[in-house]
């Protein structure tokens, strides 16, 4: 069985800094395009980055270019997502996807693209 598991989200203040990971089990995606999505309250859910299979490609939605560095550790079937300078409207359940097609390139921002999701993880940024 095939599960992506987030950790590190938390409260953090203003400014402050957090590091979130995805650890994937039952498959390795060393060959697969995976992504960051975060869903404040009483919002859609949206896209945030993503790193293509090898690691060499990112993007980032605009909110969070700049602060925000997706990488991953194929070797570690794990993806990371470093937030710095972080805001109140960050504050939201960030989940991470992957791609279950071989190299795919194209279409990082939907989540439409993705397969498999975690559950996510709370990153609170009171104002």
């Known amino acids: 069985q095939v599960q992506l598991v987030e950790s590190g989200g938390g409260l953090v203040q203003a400014g402050g800094s957090l590091t979130l990971s995805c650890a994937a089990s039952g498959r390795t995606f060393s060959n697969n395009a995976m992504a960051w999505f975060r869903q404040a309250p009483g919002k859609e859910r949206e896209f945030v980055a993503a790193?293509?299979?090898?690691?060499?490609?990112?993007y980032y939605a605009d909110s969070v270019k700049g602060r925000f560095t997706i990488s991953r550790d194929n070797a570690k079937n794990t993806v990371y997502l470093q937030m710095n300078s972080l805001k109140p409207e960050d504050t939201a359940v960030y989940s991470c996807a992957a791609d279950s097609v071989w190299r795919r390139s194209g279409s990082y921002y939907s989540p439409r693209q993705y397969n498999y999701w975690g559950q996510g993880t709370q990153v609170t940024v009171p104002s």
């Open positions: 790193i293509n299979w090898s690691g060499g490609s990112t």
